[in-house]
């Protein structure tokens, strides 16, 4: 073996150990994410990467992606990327405004930003995402109208974009409970994803998924494989497995993580999914893509046929021009998008 | 039967019933050690989770004395005031009762009431100081209120405690030797009183019953002289851990008939049962027809299963005598049932069995004592529901009911549980000291200040040191107006309530916005209206949800975000479409749940 890092050697052997877990099929994306991949040396991806093709098969045309820092790349560092065959960058951008990134304490500066983002398409990466916040205390709707054409100018093939969310715990949280800062209501966040929407589609980028949004033929595929009911092998601290199932997750704490395999111990938790949860599931995050949910697939999956189990809620849906039907596949309008999970609950099964 | 003993343990709130009960059932070997465990006989979930005792629960014992074995029926009674009807069929069925006190709080208001209820029924009283074990126990003190109080020797009054056994062995003698062995002729016609039933969904209806007179043999034709319906008693037995069955029973004895009969209204609480081709000529007088303090609609979630509710209401009531209802509709809820409870604990408590032991979900609407609304024409209507009140120009004047409320308090919160009566609209009607340090005021108060949650406050202000007991008095004339809520303009009805004037204004603030903290936000705004008459005194608006999804859903956040869906799917069935509002359960309850 050849690192010394405690962590990346257990994940080496995690590979070795999970090497059936996706049942020998051929492995169509590799994501480096979670933290800060894009710190990791080049002899340490390459281990990876090697650990991963050792242990299965990797179809040549693989989409890999590393996520980036902006203040983690220079020239240097994208060639070393690109001679390791890294085909995508997930660089988290966030914001072009110097005052969002200082609120959402980024180490990036906005001219970093772009700096990056050029300087990735000139050493031959032609598959970038960036993500973009929205409802941003402070952020005006002329702002944000403008992070999205910088966006746009940028040329790059596509964008996530998510809102602040303030959640308990967090320190936007306590310090909204303070009164010291103000979640942006509702119907302005609404405006801000709307305008993005429209002025993506405008430009050629359009919406897959609630949060997605990619040039033709360049959707991720890697995220679509979770809402796809697609299996998928998590490696590393924290990192989820999904097998049709059942899902897990690994343990968190880095040296908790390592030390399992060390000493041999269990490094996940699991949880079995029963038929219900595996339909809550599907719908769940099939409603989230603008593909939507294919109903004969619920008919033969799940025994259920979905339209005429819910004929006042469907009714009440098409009232309110939130679902459109193509044959068999049932998918969200603009509108049900927005409000995707609340629709998605209503279709829920519930065992008690 | 001159070795039975029938009786009853009978005490104020948590002053040791079930607990001492306990220790009995162990000393006579009724229960093995493996199955005791603390309060054995509160075997109901709620009663457990809660820890108070809210069934009467009837076990047979057997003790040897003297060479002689003797049978003895226990009754555990319930301590809480909403649930003293329990206790006063219990008495029904005694010779004795054992008045439990404890050693460190000495008499208190149910200790009283309690105690007369024993005696008016010739109860022998055995008293006996509880919680000895206690650092904190007042023996001489309270023996001596005992004393005052029944007018017993300070030797009758037994020293125990439930925790250590201490005095379980005088209890046992005192119960053979001091409670008389029941009367009655084995050879007799058979008369016996029905006081309690249960339905069981495997066996149809287990009816409980004490016998006067005769025998009851299994296989017998039986008939019920009040609803004169015929059976064959398919088996019959004793209460013990559990239902042993016999194949005779005679005089003197408490026991369980099983007659395969499924439907509720069959049978009823007070009958007497006798045989079918040698009936008692009198039936024994029955129980008092429970007066209800408070009203409430109870009605479905989902309304389609308002036969179901009506089907899990009587059955519930064979098990709770004091629960009474009738049919009622509501505009905004549809058809449910307009209940009468003994008190707001009885309340929740039937709510909550609805929705364990009969799986129904059901929206309990904001409670209202009965008031009498006089029209001009000089007639009277009597209320149990503020949207029967008549148009306020026809009517002259409206009554409320009062009570004489007796409260026991320790000589130092006198001063604040004062101030919280006359908040209350109370007046001081009297002020005896009992002993030094221990005070009863007598106070009149209108019952709809008192149901409430004035128990809780008593509670809170006199950090436990005081207790209360009440008896209606009479009507009085009163100032109330009717506060209604109005959703988008609409009144629901079921969200009205009766207020006194002084109150109006306030309670309608706080009661919108309670609700705007209740009601989930929708897909439409929804304005929150609190009136009286045509003035609108309160408005809240809750805004519209336009946007209902979480950014991110990769790996890791997917089952959780789905078991957060489950969840809201789950709060969802329990909410209740008003208009086209989605009202949760609890909304309908705001008005009490102004202070949380
Ligand atoms: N120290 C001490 N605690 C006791 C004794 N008897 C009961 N307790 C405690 O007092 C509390 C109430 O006891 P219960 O036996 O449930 O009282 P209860 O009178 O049956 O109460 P209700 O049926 O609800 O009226 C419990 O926490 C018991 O553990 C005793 O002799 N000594
Ligand atoms: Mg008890």
């Given at each position: 073996m050849k690192t010394k890092d405690p962590v990346l050697k257990a994940m080496v052997l995690e590979f070795q150990k999970q090497r059936d877990y996706l049942n020998k099929e051929r492995i169509e994306t590799i994501y480096f994410g979670g933290g800060t991949p894009s710190l990791l040396e080049e002899h340490e991806i390459q281990l990876l990467l090697d650990?991963?093709?050792?242990?299965?098969?990797?179809?040549?045309?693989?989409?890999?992606?590393?996520?980036?820092?902006?203040?983690?790349?220079?020239?240097?560092?994208?060639?070393?990327?690109?001679?390791?065959?890294?085909?995508?960058?997930?660089?988290?951008?966030?914001?072009?405004?110097?005052?969002?990134?200082?609120?959402?304490?980024?180490?990036?500066?906005?001219?970093?930003?772009?700096?990056?983002?050029?300087?990735?398409?000139?050493?031959?990466?032609?598959?970038i995402t960036i993500d973009l916040i929205y409802a941003i205390p402070n952020l005006s709707q002329e702002a944000w109208i403008k992070n999205v054409d910088q966006a746009i100018a940028l040329g790059v093939q596509h964008v996530s974009s998510y809102c602040l969310t303030f959640e308990d715990g967090t320190a936007f949280g306590k310090w909204v409970n303070a009164g010291s800062m103000h979640q942006v209501e509702d119907d302005e966040a609404s405006e801000q994803f709307l305008t993005l929407v429209e002025r993506l589609h405008d430009a050629g980028i359009e919406q897959y998924e609630v949060s997605n949004f990619a040039r033709k033929g360049y959707e991720s595929k890697h995220n679509s494989a979770y809402w796809n009911n697609t299996t998928y092998l998590g490696i590393g601290p924290s990192a989820h497995s999904f097998n049709g199932n059942s899902r897990q997750w690994n343990v968190a704490h880095n040296v908790r993580y390592s030390k399992a395999f060390a000493e041999g111990l269990n490094w996940y938790e699991k949880e079995i999914l029963t038929p219900a949860a595996q339909f809550n599931e599907y719908i769940m995050t099939g409603l989230r893509t603008v593909k939507g949910i294919d109903l004969g697939r619920i008919r033969d999956d799940f025994n259920i046929d979905l339209a005429s189990a819910n004929v006042e809620l469907i009714q009440g849906m098409h009232d309110r021009k939130e679902v459109i039907f193509a044959g068999d596949q049932m998918s969200l309008t603009k509108k049900g998008l927005l409000r995707a999970d609340a629709i998605a609950s209503d279709f829920f099964i519930i065992e008690s | 039967m001159k070795n039975t003993r029938n009786f009853c343990i009978i005490a104020h709130i948590d002053h040791g019933k079930s607990t001492l009960a306990d220790r009995l059932l162990h000393k006579t070997g009724t229960i093995s050690d493996r199955d005791l465990q603390e309060q054995t006989l509160d075997d109901m979930d709620i009663e457990r989770e809660r820890g108070i005792t809210i069934k009467s629960h009837a076990i047979q014992m057997k003790h040897s004395a003297d060479g002689e074995e003797y049978i003895l029926n226990l009754i555990d009674t319930p301590g809480h005031v909403d649930f003293s009807y329990e206790v006063s069929r219990s008495i029904a069925a005694c010779e004795g009762a054992l008045l439990i006190v404890d050693a460190s709080q000495g008499i208190e208001a149910q200790t009283i009431s309690n105690l007369y209820l024993a005696i008016e029924h010739d109860l022998e009283i055995i008293p006996i100081l509880n919680k000895m074990d206690l650092d904190s126990a007042n023996p001489e003190e309270v023996t001596d209120q005992i004393v005052d109080l029944i007018g017993c020797s300070p030797d009758d009054v037994i020293p125990a405690s439930g925790k250590t056994g201490?005095?379980?062995?005088?209890?046992?003698?005192?119960?053979?030797?001091?409670?008389?062995?029941?009367?009655?002729?084995?050879?007799?016609?058979?008369?016996?009183?029905?006081?309690?039933?249960?339905?069981?969904?495997?066996?149809?209806?287990?009816?409980?019953?004490?016998?006067?007179?005769?025998?009851?043999?299994?296989?017998?034709?039986?008939?019920?002289?009040?609803?004169?319906?015929?059976?064959?008693?398919?088996?019959?037995?004793?209460?013990?851990?559990?239902?042993?069955?016999?194949?005779?029973?005679?005089?003197?004895?408490?026991?369980?008939?099983?007659?395969?009969?499924?439907?509720?209204?069959?049978?009823?609480?007070?009958?007497?049962?006798?045989?079918?081709?040698?009936?008692?000529?009198?039936?024994?007088?029955?129980?008092?027809?429970?007066?209800?303090?408070?009203?409430?609609?109870?009605?479905?979630?989902?309304?389609?299963?308002?036969?179901?509710?009506?089907?899990?209401?009587?059955?519930?009531?064979?098990?709770?005598?004091?629960?009474?209802?009738?049919?009622?509709?509501?505009?905004?809820?549809?058809?449910?049932?307009?209940?009468?409870?003994?008190?707001?604990?009885?309340?929740?408590?039937?709510?909550?069995?609805?929705?364990?032991?009969?799986?129904?979900?059901?929206?309990?609407?904001?409670?209202?004592?009965?008031?009498?609304?006089?029209?001009?024409?000089?007639?009277?209507?009597?209320?149990?529901?503020?949207?029967?009140?008549?148009?306020?120009?026809?009517?002259?004047?409206?009554?409320?009911?009062?009570?004489?409320?007796?409260?026991?308090?320790?000589?130092?919160?006198?001063?604040?549980?004062?101030?919280?009566?006359?908040?209350?609209?109370?007046?001081?009607?009297?002020?005896?000291?009992?002993?030094?340090?221990?005070?009863?005021?007598?106070?009149?108060?209108?019952?709809?200040?008192?149901?409430?949650?004035?128990?809780?406050?008593?509670?809170?202000?006199?950090?436990?040191?005081?207790?209360?007991?009440?008896?209606?008095?009479?009507?009085?004339?009163?100032?109330?107006?009717?506060?209604?809520?109005?959703?988008?303009?609409?009144?629901?009805?079921?969200?009205?309530?009766?207020?006194?004037?002084?109150?109006?204004?306030?309670?309608?603030?706080?009661?919108?916005?309670?609700?705007?903290?209740?009601?989930?936000?929708?897909?439409?705004?929804?304005?929150?209206?609190?009136?009286?008459?045509?003035?609108?005194?309160?408005?809240?608006?809750?805004?519209?949800?336009?946007?209902?999804?979480?950014?991110?859903?990769?790996?890791?956040?997917?089952?959780?975000?789905?078991?957060?869906?489950?969840?809201?799917?789950?709060?969802?069935?329990?909410?209740?479409?008003v208009g086209r509002i989605e009202v949760p359960q609890e909304a309908f309850l705001a008005v009490l749940k102004l202070n949380d």
């Open positions: 650990a991963a093709r050792e242990n299965f098969e990797v179809s040549p045309t693989a989409e890999v992606t590393m996520e980036c820092n902006p203040d983690d790349l220079n020239p240097t560092k994208l060639e070393e990327l690109k001679r390791l065959g890294i085909n995508r960058l997930s660089i988290g951008i966030q914001s072009f405004r110097d005052e969002d990134l200082k609120l959402m304490n980024r180490a990036h500066k906005a001219n970093e930003a772009t700096r990056c983002v050029r300087e990735a398409q000139s050493a031959g990466f032609d598959n | 201490m005095g379980v062995d005088e209890i046992l003698h005192a119960i053979i030797h001091r409670i008389k062995a029941p009367v009655g002729d084995p050879n007799g016609q058979l008369q016996a009183m029905v006081f309690d039933s249960v339905y069981n969904s495997f066996r149809g209806i287990i009816a409980y019953y004490r016998i006067m007179n005769g025998r009851l043999k299994k296989g017998d034709r039986i008939k019920f002289i009040n609803t004169e319906r015929e059976y064959y008693a398919d088996e019959i037995g004793v209460l013990g851990m559990g239902l042993i069955p016999r194949t005779m029973l005679e005089a003197g004895n408490v026991g369980y008939i099983i007659t395969g009969v499924k439907d509720a209204k069959e049978i009823k609480v007070g009958d007497t049962l006798t045989l079918s081709n040698d009936p008692c000529k009198t039936a024994i007088k029955g129980f008092e027809d429970v007066k209800p303090m408070v009203f409430a609609g109870i009605y479905p979630v989902d309304t389609e299963e308002y036969e179901e509710l009506r089907s899990s209401m009587e059955k519930l009531q064979l098990n709770d005598a004091s629960l009474v209802f009738e049919p009622e509709s509501s505009a905004a809820l549809g058809f449910g049932f307009r209940c009468g409870f003994l008190g707001m604990l009885h309340m929740e408590i039937i709510q909550e069995r609805l929705e364990r032991e009969f799986a129904m979900t059901v929206i309990t609407t904001v409670p209202n004592v009965s008031y009498k609304a006089y029209v001009k024409n000089g007639t009277m209507i009597e209320l149990h529901n503020p949207s029967d009140m008549p148009n306020p120009s026809s009517m002259d004047y409206i009554e409320e009911p009062y009570i004489v409320a007796q409260i026991i308090s320790k000589s130092e919160y006198v001063g604040a549980v004062m101030t919280l009566c006359i908040e209350k609209r109370g007046e001081l009607k009297n002020q005896v000291y009992l002993t030094s340090n221990r005070v009863e005021l007598t106070f009149e108060m209108p019952l709809g200040e008192v149901v409430f949650d004035f128990y809780d406050k008593l509670k809170t202000v006199s950090r436990g040191y005081a207790s209360f007991d009440y008896f209606t008095a009479d009507y009085r004339k009163s100032d109330l107006v009717k506060l209604d809520i109005m959703l988008n303009g609409d009144p629901v009805d079921a969200l009205s309530a009766l207020i006194h004037k002084d109150h109006a204004f306030d309670l309608g603030k706080r009661i919108c916005l309670k609700l705007k903290q209740l009601i989930p936000r929708q897909q439409f705004m929804i304005a929150l209206q609190a009136s009286i008459g045509a003035k609108i005194i309160a408005r809240e608006t809750i805004t519209a949800v336009r946007k209902d999804v979480t950014a991110k859903c990769y790996g890791g956040d997917i089952s959780r975000k789905r078991k957060l869906l489950e969840k809201q799917k789950k709060g969802k069935k329990r909410m209740r479409q």
